[in-house]
């Protein structure tokens, strides 16, 4: 899912940005594209090389502030967390004091369930078009939106205003966004809202209110930045809002609506309408005979999905399964992986054991998505690949982590991989690998069900 990036001059129809914003919201299902077997697997090379690169860029190029390692490293397994993937070896404790300041962050981050500026019935509205065809959604919001997009030519009257004309020379200098007219306070005045494409491998863009004035000239009241897809005013019950797409950054999959509501020139409300797995449905597609039990227990498993709820360090419901141990990252691999721990295990079942890595990659790129990056250590330690691609592993999806696990009924240690396909799929696979070779032993599929939440943020409460 791409943002749209407005070069100079170039000015689209309120029609075409409302047919685009259903257009992203039809990639609810799966938008990174997933193939099955080789096809996913080469994917997923090409995503390993393309992080590598945007890596580089987000070091040197990004305007948006992003840090210079985007990897959730296995730091504190034993709390099943991902940290954010900074080497910590000499500052442990000042990474334990932020750790300390986030979670009492958390318990302090108040979410209203009722707007107060915002019209209720609109929210209530928005949650139920969510849940209909992308037709129906085209039909509904194109028939609210009030906004008027500034060609260039009217532009021009404009930034004869100090602010405007700043605006104007950011979006010029950056790469691209519009001006829309609209009274977007509901004062009676109409107003300018700049909309500033900032460009970095981020993908953050900044909304920028200029608050019409009783003598025609515009002021800057309020400015704010954003990662969403896109944008317009619409109205509702004679006020006007500002609704924009949001999506999973992560997944890179639009996930519902943002909607502002904007007084006396600054921003007064904020809802968010989301649509989200609440639980999973497991079946198991396809077992051996001999692996019943394991199969049965990973059912189990991720009936509530495998991310804690409400984690806000991604913890993992599976890092180290029965078949598998953590150890202190040995002296010889010291240099080759970026954790304080390993893991080790004969997960080729050839009597010899194997050391690796495993992590999840998140993105600070609108070019890359969340998926899994292991290492590999054979018995010499010498010899490194990725496990997927080493074994060229059968599955369909995104890779996301892998356990092994021990069945004492086979005396057999088998890899479970976890996949993901959209907002609410997974996928589980179990893998007996005998030296090099693969035997697919198990699937299990997890059906998310959807349900629709919504958050109010609202100024001087939680805004």
Same mark, same amino acid.
């Given at each position: 899912?791409? +943002?749209?990036?407005? &070069? ?9 940005? +409302? ?12 938008? #990174? ?7 996913? /697997?080469?994917?997923?090379? @090409?995503?390993?090389? @393309? $992080?590598?690169?945007?890596? =580089?860029? !987000? ?9 210079? $390692? ?36 958390? @318990?302090?981050?108040? #979410? ?15 949650? %139920? ?5 992308? *037709?129906?959604? $085209?039909?509904?919001?194109? /028939? ?7 060609? =260039? ?9 100090? =602010?405007?004309?700043?605006? &104007? ?54 400015? $704010? ?11 509702? =019950?004679? &006020? ?32 968010? +309408?989301?649509? #989200? ?22 059912? *189990? ?9 409400? /984690?806000?360090?991604? *913890? ?7 078949? !598998? ?20 295990? %004969? ?6 054991? @194997? ?11 609108? /070019? ?5 990056? %292991? ?9 490194? %690949? ?7 592993? *059968? ?32 996928? #589980? ?10 035997? &697919?032993?198990?699937? +299990? ?19």
């Amino acid at each position: 899912m791409m +943002i749209r990036k407005k &070069k100079k001059g170039m000015r689209k129809q309120m029609k075409k940005r +409302i047919c685009k914003i259903m257009l992203l919201l039809g990639m609810l299902v799966f938008c #990174v594209g997933c193939g099955k077997n080789g096809d996913v /697997s080469s994917q997923e090379k @090409e995503y390993a090389a @393309e $992080n590598e690169e945007s890596a =580089d860029l !987000e070091n040197t190029n990004s305007t948006d502030g992003e840090t210079e $390692n985007d990897e959730l490293a296995v730091d504190e397994t034993e709390k099943g967390k991902l940290k954010d993937g900074e080497d910590k070896s000499d500052e442990d404790e000042n990474n334990e004091e932020k750790d300390i300041e986030i979670e009492n962050e958390k @318990e302090e981050r108040i #979410v209203l369930d009722a707007p107060t500026y915002i019209d209720a019935s609109f929210v209530e509205m928005l949650r %139920d078009l969510l849940q209909k065809e992308n *037709e129906e959604i $085209n039909k509904v919001l194109q /028939s609210k939106v009030c906004d008027k997009v500034v060609t =260039d030519v009217e532009l021009e009257n404009y930034a004869v205003n100090p =602010d405007v004309a700043e605006c &104007k020379e950011r979006m010029d200098s950056a790469n691209g966004g519009m001006f829309l007219l609209i009274d977007g306070d509901n004062d009676g005045y109409d107003d300018l809202f700049a909309w500033i494409y900032d460009g970095g491998s981020m993908g953050n863009s900044h909304r920028v209110f200029l608050q019409g004035q009783k003598d025609g000239s515009f002021k800057k009241t309020y400015e $704010n930045e954003g990662i969403t897809q896109e944008l317009c005013f619409v109205e509702y =019950d004679h &006020k006007n809002y500002l609704i924009e797409t949001s999506f999973d950054y992560n997944k890179k999959c639009s996930d519902g609506f943002i909607l502002s509501c904007y007084e006396k020139g600054e921003l007064y409300e904020k809802a968010y +309408i989301n649509k #989200v797995a609440a639980s999973y449905v497991p079946e198991i597609a396809f077992v051996e005979d001999g692996y019943d039990k394991l199969a049965k227990s990973t059912a *189990e498993l991720g009936k509530k999905g495998f991310i804690k709820e409400d /984690s806000y360090y991604f *913890e993992w419901l599976v890092l180290e399964g029965s078949g !598998e141990e953590i150890v202190a990252t040995p002296e010889e691999l010291k240099d080759e992986v970026s954790t304080k721990t390993v893991f080790c295990s %004969d997960l080729n079942n050839d009597g010899q054991t @194997e050391w690796y890595s495993k992590y999840i990659f998140y993105p600070s790129s609108m /070019s890359t998505i969340v998926y899994l990056e %292991d290492k590999l250590f054979f018995s010499d330690k010498q010899e490194k %690949d990725m496990l997927l691609y080493h074994y060229d592993l *059968e599955y369909d999806g995104i890779p996301l982590m892998y356990w092994v696990e021990h069945v004492e009924e086979e005396d057999r240690q088998i890899v479970c991989l976890l996949c993901y396909k959209g907002l609410s799929k997974n996928m #589980v696979y179990g893998y007996l690998i005998e030296e090099e070779n693969v035997f &697919k032993v198990m699937e +299990i599929d997890y059906e998310g069900k959807e349900k629709i939440v919504s958050e109010i943020y609202t100024k001087d409460i939680n805004l």
